[in-house]
């Protein structure tokens, strides 16, 4: 790539007193030439590979001045280190050759070099055979849809037109600030591994003025940024990492600093940004599939009758023979413990106020009509972000009507993902 200190640009005396002094190349081959003069003096025994004079792989890979990248043998980008020299850190990127090798060990692969993938796990429908499926669009573009919702258009068509919805929701009418939106997503999706969320949030936020070095600071415990950012950020960390970690007293300092509307809908934001990761992750989706545009106003009459789904009928054997449990940290929670447990989170006090039915109903603008529930987390996220909330409800009606599942079998998935997330609801 071009010369960081030639002698007919930024010059460095230091670079001078060690025999380093170097126009900057005009052709390849000049460029070449200096390479490897570099080669021979510090005696290296990798390659070193030498840009074109127009800096085609630099710009893309915004290495300039130099930047650290880890590369899987799938061709997956599996690290990239801030730039240098400040976030030239050769100690993460050891880290993660060391967890790519072990991770490449295990039978399941990491949820990046899935993503490497050249096929989905699922068929993937084209964008023409999507729009056949999915309800009756009330507006629409003439832009391809995310890859995403090609997974999904055929098998669950409202769901997918509901998730389309809510996408653009999170995207561009959350409350959150645009750049703070966007970091946080960028966070949620870094600890999750997803490469989608990543560079979706990367492309959002460039779209509202970030540039490169900015998004690239978004590591570490965020030092660099103000601290009203900082602890949102924090917090999108752990309660994407490790959600039962979280404390009272740090959902308290949050409100003071944001106000319970914003929490609110960071906690959305947070749960959607999880579930689309999963999503995106499970699916086994190409990183190549994926589509980085802006947040696209789609609307669809989800109402509406969608073809009906043809589905595989599902072999079953019966058997007397109980199957027992040997997981000693699943069988250390029995029934009675789980109770108890239960009982105990129905005493704590709640971090954030929670409404009557009456406020809930006079805090929804009109043309929304929430139904009305006892459920407490349902009450508290229409109360606070009505829109944001009742665009997941219609996700989670849209699936049940789609998926149509047997409910012993979703209620077992349901208890299983609630107990490894230690999560007593």
Not at 298 to 323: C, H, M, W, Y
């Amino acid at each position: 790539m071009r010369e960081a200190h030639p002698t007919d640009g930024w010059r460095m005396s230091s670079n001078d007193k060690v025999g380093i002094a170097f126009a900057q190349p005009v052709t390849k081959e000049d460029r070449t030439q200096i390479a490897k003069t570099c080669c021979a003096s510090l005696q290296m025994t990798m390659p070193l590979l030498v840009d074109n004079i127009d800096d085609e792989v630099g710009h893309a890979y915004s290495g300039m001045p130099d930047r650290l990248y880890v590369i899987d043998r799938l061709g997956q980008v599996v690290y990239q280190g801030g730039r240098g020299p400040f976030f030239f850190k050769a100690g993460e990127m050891e880290q993660a050759l060391a967890m790519l090798l072990l991770d490449q060990e295990t039978p399941e692969a990491p949820a990046k070099v899935l993503q490497g993938k050249s096929k989905a796990f699922v068929p993937l429908v084209s964008q023409s055979d999507a729009w056949k499926h999915l309800p009756p669009a009330t507006q629409k573009d003439d832009q391809p849809l995310p890859a995403w919702s090609l997974a999904l258009a055929k098998t669950l068509p409202r769901a997918a037109a509901a998730l389309l919805q809510l996408d653009y929701l999170h995207r561009q009418k959350n409350p959150i600030e645009a750049r703070l939106r966007g970091q946080i997503r960028y966070v949620a999706a870094k600890a999750n591994g997803c490469v989608y969320g990543q560079e979706q949030a990367a492309s959002d936020l460039r779209a509202a003025g970030v540039d490169d070095y900015d998004i690239d600071i978004l590591v570490g415990d965020f030092g660099k940024l103000p601290a009203k950012s900082r602890a949102a950020l924090l917090f999108a960390r752990k309660l994407t990492l490790a959600a039962d970690t979280v404390t009272d007293e740090e959902v308290a300092k949050l409100r003071e600093r944001f106000g319970d509307q914003q929490v609110m809908a960071m906690v959305q934001l947070l749960a959607y940004a999880n579930f689309q990761d999963r999503l995106l992750l499970s699916l086994g989706i190409p990183a190549k599939s994926y589509s980085y545009g802006p947040a696209r106003d789609l609307r669809f009459d989800i109402s509406a009758a969608a073809p009906p789904v043809q589905r595989p009928k599902l072999n079953t054997v019966e058997s007397s023979e109980g199957r027992r449990v040997l997981d000693p940290d699943w069988l250390r929670l029995d029934f009675a413990t789980l109770k108890k447990q239960m009982e105990q989170q129905k005493a704590r006090p709640p971090r954030i106020p929670v409404p009557t039915w009456e406020e809930v109903v006079k805090a929804t603008p009109k043309g929304m009509k929430p139904r009305e529930t006892d459920v407490l987390w349902s009450r508290v996220c229409v109360h606070y972000q009505p829109e944001l909330a009742l665009g997941w409800f219609s996700c989670m009606s849209s699936f049940r009507q789609d998926a149509a599942m047997d409910r012993v079998l979703e209620e077992s998935i349901f208890w299983v993902i609630t107990r490894e997330i230690h999560c007593f609801y």
